[in-house]
């Protein structure tokens, strides 16, 4: 049998990580200087030139006030999702409202003087907006994972952008999804003129202080343009890709169906299977070819498949070294001992430990995110929390003899660095307070 | 009396943000592509392109073995330490530690459903890489704000660039502050390339996966654009602003002091007084012009307060308005119920409660972070916090119960996404355990 899935063995002291990202692709600097004019035009433009991008772009025509998805709108899309599916998006839901729920952290308060109480709170981000791609596959899982937490922080106004289909509509699902997670707005808007649109705002569209969701380069590029001067986003996005640690005790028909799940995302894709045994290798290699045969997007899995590799380790401790070094967003761990192996990770988005924990369960349903750092980003990023909607305010307050204490320190450090008008600041409130004595 | 400041009246309904903003300058287009181009120079050239750059902009002649600050160094730079000075430095630490310290967040586990349990857990970033810049005025209390946290957070390598004043050194205080603080290794290296080097590595200085730390708008520019391809950043800096909230029950001498204080920083900082009281809004521009008369900076200060303005407002609900609208770096209340309206704040960096807290207080001593967002980034943005040094990552993991409960879910939202490999990745193992049963 021709070989599916290049094979090649780890040495100890290469730089794997760079090594198996060499094959991936950039983002071409078409997507940024398009993406660039078009935020620009609607920073300019407003509604006008979203609708000339919509005609241009999606070929989708629209008058400003039918821009936002209406009641009946949502009724339409309400009508189209079976109960079966409407079930499933209710545990997915629910799941992932408790995951998110018990990421709250507490304000905490400390006194770290007599009299100098500092404190550190959390408060929602006012205004965020979300941005859903359309494409081949609606992706209204992703609605559950940025509305729901977004929900649970708090966040005041709560828009999305998404780009109509064929049809002229947005897929029922995701309308579903947004209605269903108590999303204020839905605009059809699709690409670099939905980013613009909220980074700025239009005379329809709300202006937002951070823009979440996956998208094409275009999208990307768009996203990263407006995080330069007025508005946050949620990290930088890339294609997905999985890594899977898997030794002789793996199931090696699970593992290509793992690996296989990553593959069909797109062509960029990447999946890598690292593992102590060569008959896992082997077999896996084998399956792929197998399972891949049944699926209806063997287009995509076989083109990411040639950015995809399998690495053959020597022991154990490779597979902790491999994977910090490639970071990867997801992390299957298929071996004897998962649970220690897990705690040596120090670098992926999310795990998923064992053999009966597919990464598509997080992907959909169990409660964590799937919006996570790709491309090596998980060195740095956390994937998207409850954490990602809010903000930690620090307070302080001190009293007359709090500041007494403090302000030798203050002063000295001031003085220090230059800095008389700090100095005196201090200064200033000492000297009325022994006024006062 | 000349007017000192400019007062204007705010008329609810107007943009507020944008008005007191619209004076503040933008980067200029020049730092943009003359650090990008330093920066892919280092990138392609390493050391030998590092001290290229020491030599054209810093006028500073060096080697590739003596960018690092050795033994020798540090301990020169401790005998310049007053014991006066040291001692200040050891209480800021020591509140510095103990408020970030509580700042730790538990790791949280989740059932989700029986047989589905997520997990949530704390690491640190394993290198991060610091910038303090040189300048008139060298500010060592910044090293305190970022290597403290870093420490407590457990980053494995801290690093360290800092540029040589006009004598070929580190200014003593910011070696002191490093060695004291536990920073593993400095380099002599400033501006862009220091951002450069320390984003991709070169064959002395350690590439590492977040930088933080202010800087001249050369810094900025660098550090966001490596902050797209490759290395990830505190967050977007901006000129230092403060915003004081004062009624009557201010002490006009202390809000000119603190009014003050803000704009010795540099020539594009921002003082904004928002106030309730006339007389209040005269005393403090009289003020300002006597206490100014008395301070170094006066020349900074005197640029800078053309960019400030005192705001007359009607009632003391528009003081919240005013400052959420604004979203200021720092903010202080003076006004009787400080603590109230400190709560209906959700836009701010930092805030200094009552008229015994100067901002120069959380500048250097009290404990809280003075690494803040700026120029309205407080919309989105945190200041730096023990959170900054870590990500969170999440794990889960299914028992063969749980997932036969789960699967229907993942494989029905699989479907309706158009994803059967994903499907698949579920259903194999469901099918495998019904098979063992």
Known sequence: MEESIKTISYTRGTDIGSILRSGSRRQEENAERSSMEIVEQIREGGDEMVLSCLRKF????????????????????????????????????????????????????????????????????????????????????????????????????????????????????VLYCAKRCGVDKVYKIGGAAAI?????????????????????????????????????????????????LADESANPEFVAADFISQLEHGPESQAVLVTTSRKMAEKVAELFTEQTAELGRKGYILESAKNSKIVLVGEKNDLTTVANAYAPEHLIISTEN????????????????????????????SGTNHTLPTGGWALSYSGVNLGSFTKRITLQKITREGLTSLAPAIERMASAEGLDGHRNAAAIRVKEINGNK
């Open 58 to 173: 999606d070929n989708f025509e629209c008058t400003a006030d039918r821009l936002l998805v209406n009641e009946q709108e949502y009724a339409q899309a309400e009508k189209q999702i079976s109960p079966e599916l409407a079930e499933a998006i209710e545990i997915a839901i629910s799941n992932v409202r408790k995951f998110h729920q018990a990421q709250q952290v507490p304000d905490i308060e400390v006194e770290t003087m007599p009299g100098v109480t500092c404190r550190q709170k959390s408060v929602p981000i006012e205004k965020v907006g979300l941005y859903i791609p359309g494409g081949t596959a609606p992706l209204f899982s992703t609605v559950i994972m940025l509305a729901v937490p977004a929900k649970i922080a708090g966040c005041r106004t709560i828009i999305m952008c998404s780009p109509v289909n064929k049809n002229g509509v947005i897929a029922p699902e």
């Open 196 to 244: 613009g649109a909220m980074a700025f705002g239009t005379e329809h569209v709300e202006k937002v202080y951070k823009i979440f969701g996956p998208g094409n380069s275009y999208v990307t590029a768009a996203k990263q343009y407006v995080s330069k001067a007025v508005c946050a986003i949620d990290m930088p996005a890339g294609p997905s890709e999985v890594m899977i």
């Open 338 to 365: 998962a649970d220690e192996l897990a705690e040596t990770i120090v670098n992926a988005g999310s795990i998923f430990i064992g053999n009966y924990t597919p990464e598509s369960a997080g992907d959909y349903a």
